[in-house]
């Protein structure tokens, strides 16, 4: 079983930014779209954003368009999320996440293999 390893999470206030890392262990790190999601308390898991494995084209959900950027390093297997204007509804576990050639970027139920999350905590 893969296991992705999130990094950079923490507690900032409304305004700052925050950069996400997360190593993706596999051995075609091209092959596989790479998302980002988040969990609020009482909520459901969410889709941020992702990068489509063919084309590399991103996809953002609406309340981070323009915000939040994906990014990744092939070399280094590495997917970011670098999130500017942090604000308190962005509190949240963020997990990312790797699909096998997925075309789905949105669809939670379609990725193969998820991190433990980490912890962004916005304050007002």
């Known amino acids: 079983q893969v296991q992705l390893v999130e990094s950079g999470g923490g507690l900032v206030q409304a305004g700052d930014s925050l950069r996400l890392s997360c190593v993706v262990p596999v051995p075609t790190f091209s092959s596989y779209t790479l998302g980002w999601f988040r969990q609020a308390p009482g909520k459901e898991r969410e889709f941020v954003g992702a990068l489509r494995y063919y084309d590399g084209r991103a996809y953002y959900t609406d309340s981070v368009k323009g915000r939040f950027a994906i990014s990744k390093d092939n070399a280094k297997k590495t997917v970011y999320l670098q999130m500017n204007s942090l604000k308190p509804e962005d509190t949240a576990l963020y997990y990312c996440?790797?699909?096998?050639?997925?075309?789905?970027?949105?669809?939670?139920?379609?990725?193969?293999?998820w991190g433990q999350g980490t912890q962004v905590t916005v304050s007002s």
């Open positions: 996440a790797a699909d096998w050639g997925g075309l789905r970027v949105d669809d939670v139920h379609e990725y193969d293999y």
